[in-house]
């Protein structure tokens, strides 16, 4: 199980990466991303769903030919599902605004993919 600082940082890394930081991220390492939210979503019930629609998400990544509108639909599901459980992590720290920067990332990410 990880820390809350590992995973604020984790989700620091995946909302930096998603909004075009520096560095591009790739398949691989989109995946190694995914692979890191599934294993830590996967240990809540509330966020298994969300587990779920990231491995689907991974196994639209490794398809060939990949399907970019499949990609971004998926992007823009977990978007939705994330906005959805932000607030229920409460009002205090900084989480509430972490989890609503990742699923705007994510809707932006969703929007470059649909267009490549």
């Known amino acids: 199980m990880k820390s809350l600082a590992d995973t604020t940082e984790l989700l620091e890394t995946t909302t930096s990466l998603l909004m075009g930081s520096e560095e591009s991220i790739t398949t691989h390492g989109g ?7 599934i294993g830590i979503l996967s240990e809540s019930e509330s966020t298994q769903p969300i587990a779920r629609q990231l491995d689907e998400l991974k196994a639209l990544l490794l398809a ?12 823009e599901a977990i978007a939705a599902n994330v906005s959805q459980i932000a607030p229920e992590t ?3 720290g900084e989480m509430p605004s972490l989890l609503a920067a990742l699923s705007a990332a994510l809707r932006m990410g969703s929007v ?4 490549q």
């Open 31 to 37: 995946i190694e991303l995914i692979d890191q939210w």
């Open 64 to 75: 060939k030919p990949s399907d970019s509108e499949g990609i971004a639909g998926q992007m």
């Open 90 to 92: 409460g009002a205090e």
């Open 112 to 115: 470059s993919t649909d267009q």
